[in-house]
């Protein structure tokens, strides 16, 4: 059984009497298997299993504890524990009272966000300050949501108090984009949780027991979401030297405080190292005995046998780093898969990347642009989104920005026009039009925001009759809109054909085929591999525009490969949005940001560009304490050999580096740089 497997002080915590427990798990001490051997002791003590809920940072995590039980446990019994991230609990619950819930990404929702933000006139309004961009607004209030539970304008003048000119602006915008989603039935990911913890303030659901991992990452939205559920039992598990998540909202004092929010509260700590060898713990803490400590420990090794001390790796030059590090792991017995290169900045992977390949050694890259970010798996998804759910106007907005001469705003107004021309229904309105005039799209104008623009005259269609546009399309009263480009014309031409035929396809794969080989999105690998493939000159590399046309083309055959493994289209969407960031692809060298590496473990790390401003990041970091966390969990990946990296100097930029403060602090350099040995490099 679980339990058996767990050693004295997991065995304590995984057996706590119910009430408010809180486990703190350092680096490689086995938290998995304690929350697993809890859920164990819970099962076998009485408890239901759909009494229990399991809340994780990601979902692999939780399959990852839910298969283990399964071992032990029958699987109709399992199955019956709630469990996921916060997330996709709060979608699941939802979706139960609200079928017609659509879950949209953060690009979607900054999309709709800029469409409202746009049809303000903040020049008329004479402003002393200059306004923030729909961008940064829109991340500021996002950042809100998960960080505080007070006013938006109290929260955010606190930060801008010179912005109050302008706060009733910026209110009025939220304002109406809380509506809009409202009215489509969109939510943003912040909104499954504050839906669900409006729910819960109402209605209770019982559970005898609520864990939750990860618990140094929980931001305020989610510790009252928490509180909201009222569980019997309270079981978190978390480190607070693994706390690096500030910067999006997480809140280490949810951590720091439990015992006084909860103050019959019993604390258990995991000291037992089962990954790192003696050397590589002795460094992780003496760094990090720099911070508070907020709860008294201290690791201990748990591994025994031959170790290496880390060894600290210095070079002249930037580049000249990147390339011993490729040579270095070219010439290694350790299987590319098990190693990790492991960076505070995002600019240094791209160098060791390029050295890499250079060499021929195969890489994947995880913490930088996903696979389902990327803008040509963008549209395809857009697309099955709108099939999946017509009224999906974000999904509409999205393919009609690559439109020539069409914007967010514009796109906005031509979805409207398709559902008054369809009498409400989208598709009809693109199709088989019934009404045949443009509706009123100006009904509440207000000239002191600049909602509106002024009534615009009606267009005529025999503008565009040299486009030789099939008789359907020419006919279509949506060419009577007077900001309606040629180019947009023509996209709507490619648009209406692929939706004639794929409208009455369930297939995800057969919709795919159709929409890989349409003229529209034809159209968008053209355009993105000529993005790609210019140079700062603005000439076009024919052969950096082929490997782009060819690295797109691979995408989205994936992307059909993954579709084949369903029979329905709306089955194949959500999992691609609520999964769609947790899957990876590729093999060899991990490079990881160390936000990325968190949770992972490798038998030889490198940890590069260990020089100040870089690691620690003077420019991004939150706190000193923070980036020290940082470092802590960088090098606690590490199993058996630990590399830090640094150089001297970046002969691109002409600028000296000095070496990371946490370096001194690990007692690996002492007072100036060493001086570097022949070929540039030294190991100590």
Known sequence: MPLSSLNA??????????????????AGTGKTSTIVGRIAHLLQSGI?????????????AAGEMIARLERFFPKRVVSKIESGTFHAVSYRWLK?????????????????????????????????????????????YSLYQNASLEGFDVWFLEKYPEHEVVMDAYMHIIEEFEAEKLSYGFASFNDLLLRMKAHLEEHTIPFDEVLVDEYQDTNTLQSALIDSLKPKSLFCVGDYDQSIYAFNGANIENIATFSKRYPNAKVFTLKTNYRSTAPILSLANRVIERNERIYPKKLEVGRHGKSYSPKLLIYNDLFEQYQAIAHSIKHTHVPNNDIAVIFRNNSSADGIEASLREMGISCKRKGGTSFFDAKEIKFLLDILSLLVNPKDMMAFIHIFEYAGGVGSA?????????????????MQGVLHPIEKELPKLNP????????????FEIGSATRFRHLELPQEVYNHPLLKHPKLTQEGVKFFERFYSLMRHVKHQ????????????????????????????RLKNGEIDEEKRKTARERIIRKANLLLNLSRQYKELRRFVNAMVLGGGELS?????????????????FPEVYVVDLVDGRFPNR????????????????????????????????????????????????????????EAETKGNKTT
Do not use: W
Not at 49 to 59: A, G, S
Not at 585 to 601: C, P, Q
């Open 48 to 60: 239901k299993p759909q009494k229990i809920l399991l809340l994780t940072f990601t979902n692999k």
């Open 506 to 533: 369930e297939d995800p794969s057969a919709v795919l085929q159709t929409a890989l080989s349409s003229r529209l999105y034809e159209g968008i690998v053209e355009m993105l591999s000529k993005q790609r493939g």
């Open 96 to 140: 139960e009272m609200h079928p017609n819930l659509a879950l949209k990404q953060p690009s979607e929702l900054k999309t709709l966000f800029r469409s409202i933000y746009e049809k303000r006139n903040f020049e008329r309004m004479n402003l002393s300050t200059a306004p923030f961009s729909a961008t940064y607004l829109y991340e500021m």
């Open 585 to 601: 692809e590729g093999e060899g060298v991990n490079l990881l940001t160390v936000h990325a590496s968190k949770g992972l473990e």
């Open 444 to 455: 509440k104008k207000n000239v002191q925001l600049g909602l509106f623009d002024d009534d």
């Open 410 to 426: 514009l796109s906005k107004e031509m979805f409207q026009c398709f559902i008054h021309f369809g009498r409400g229904s989208f």
């Open 619 to 674: 420019r991004m970091m939150s706190s000193i304490e923070e980036e020290r966390r940082l470092f802590y969990v960088a090098v606690t990946r590490a199993k058996d050999k630990l590399y830090l990296s640094l150089a001297k100097y970046d002969k691109l930029k002409k600028v000296d580096y000095k070496p990371s403060q946490f370096l001194h602090e690990a007692g690996l350099i002492k007072g100036e740089f060493v």
């Open 9 to 26: 002080e997991q065995l304590s915590a995984a057996t706590a009497p119910l009430g408010h427990n809180l486990i703190i798990a350092s």
